[in-house]
């Protein structure tokens, strides 16, 4: 219940303003090796351009913003803000379109520790990979892995991945 207060409170004060500019928003619950649950809301706003269109499919992005719970079995839990620009090769279809994603980008994290694992700062890359599959009214499901680590910036670099299911609805 704690954990889905915090993801309320912080899409309430995104205002309106923000949800206007974006194309979707992101829901997704993960779980890390370490098994810390994540709980992610995130915005997406299109690039609204696409490259090695063909048959087959196009290569398009998106910029994502995202708020992540971290819930912590063995430690106290904690949160991070995330910013990347994710690329997406969507294959051709009619009504069902599927496809995969990565990118790289920065978060931001409060405290330098996840679990058992030692973060060094609290400032992390954050990659990403997943696949899915995109309807035609918009929604998109799919699996993403994210590695989160400082690149060897700060010791220790101990870095954290998730796991997680998500689901995309747009605005």
């Not at 205002?15 to 810390?36: I, K, L, P, R, W």
């Not at 992540?68 to 991070?80: A, L, V």
Request: glycine share 12%; with cysteine; hydrophobic share 40%.
């Amino acid at each position: 219940m704690k954990r889905l207060f915090c993801l309320a409170a912080f899409a309430a004060t995104l205002g309106y303003g923000a949800m206007a500019q974006a194309a979707g928003v992101e829901f997704s619950v993960g779980q890390t090796s370490d098994s810390t649950r994540a709980y992610r809301l995130g915005l997406q706003s299109n690039w609204d351009k696409s490259w090695l269109q063909s048959d087959v499919g196009r290569l398009t992005g998106y910029w994502s913003g995202a708020y992540t719970y971290w819930e912590g079995d063995k430690s106290p839990s904690n949160h991070s803000l995330s910013f990347s620009p994710v690329f997406v090769y969507e294959f051709s279809g009619a009504s069902i379109k599927p496809y995969i994603e990565a990118g790289i980008g920065v978060a931001l994290f409060a405290h330098t520790e996840v679990e058992d694992n030692k973060l060094g700062s609290a400032f992390l890359f954050e990659d990403r990979l997943g696949f899915g599959l995109r309807f035609a009214g918009g929604q998109e499901v799919g699996i993403r892995a994210t590695h989160y680590s400082n690149a060897g910036i700060r010791t220790p670099n101990e870095g954290i991945e998730s796991y997680a299911l998500h689901y995309t609805i747009p605005l």
